[in-house]
């Protein structure tokens, strides 16, 4: 079964912390992709970051990087010195085998000034 | 860059009317993704396709039903609609299969009275 759990629901933090939003994923297929998107309250989802599961290579974007763990099915996504506008919901997702994404159920993130 | 259109942005029916949503993938693209989001909710997967063929299918009531026309738009016809229906209907699409990040319309707010 293919299945992505978030297990953070809500985070609150003040501007300039930095925040990490957990993502466990389970699935049996070898090859599989991850993604991060974010929905602000404007209700859009938008596309972060994909990361396929033979490349473990962690990133840094700007305020934003990624740790992806083959080892313990996590791929966790940290923004660091947080600012009002990250005020969203966060999803993780994956893809393996199919013609769909799987979502996990969110973690809000409420940076507050 | 172009981006997925949706149409309409917001509906508003009576129970056991019928809806339909359009959606206009980017230029390219060959695989459409319709998911249904509920308030607080992960967005849902519904259905895809892939070349105009039916190619992956979610958790769609039988009273909906999608397809992929030949220039790749996808419809969503919705009917006997219930108030349990009202939602955010978002349309994706991407390019290949498996590596790539589905890219996601602004959404069509399905509001049933």
């Known amino acids: 079964a293919q299945k992505v759990t978030q297990a953070q629901t809500e985070i609150s933090v003040v501007e300039k912390e930095d925040v990490t939003l957990d993502c466990v994923y389970e699935?049996?297929?070898?090859?599989?992709?991850l993604f991060w998107y974010k929905q602000p309250p404007s209700g859009e989802l938008v596309f972060l970051i994909r990361?396929?599961?033979?490349?473990?290579q962690n990133e840094i974007s700007g305020r934003y990087s990624w740790n992806f763990q083959k080892s313990t099915s996590s791929f966790n996504f940290t923004i660091t010195a947080s600012q009002v506008v990250d005020s969203a919901v966060y999803f993780c997702?994956?893809?393996?085998?199919?013609?769909?994404?799987?979502f996990g159920t969110g973690t809000r993130l409420k940076v507050l000034a | 860059a172009a981006g997925v259109i949706q149409s309409p942005r917001h509906l508003i029916k009576e129970k056991r009317e019928t809806a339909t949503l359009k959606c206009y993938p980017i230029?390219?693209?060959?695989?459409v993704y319709w998911y249904q989001q509920g308030p607080g909710q992960d967005p849902q997967f519904l259905i895809s396709?892939?070349?105009?063929?039916?190619?992956d299918k979610g958790s769609i009531p039988d009273r909906f039903s999608a397809q992929q026309f030949s220039d790749y738009h996808s419809e969503l016809n919705m009917s006997s609609l219930e108030l349990g229906d009202s939602a955010l209907y978002f349309c994706?699409?991407?390019?290949?299969?498996?590596?790539?990040?589905?890219?996601f319309g602004q959404g069509t707010r399905l509001t049933v009275v």
């Open positions: 699935t049996r297929d070898t090859t599989y992709y």
């Open positions: 997702a994956l893809r393996s085998g199919t013609y769909k994404y799987i």
């Open positions: 396709f892939y070349e105009k063929m039916q190619s």
């Open positions: 230029p390219r693209h060959d695989t």
């Open positions: 990361r396929n599961s033979f490349d473990e």
């Open positions: 994706a699409s991407s390019s290949g299969t498996g590596a790539t990040e589905a890219f």
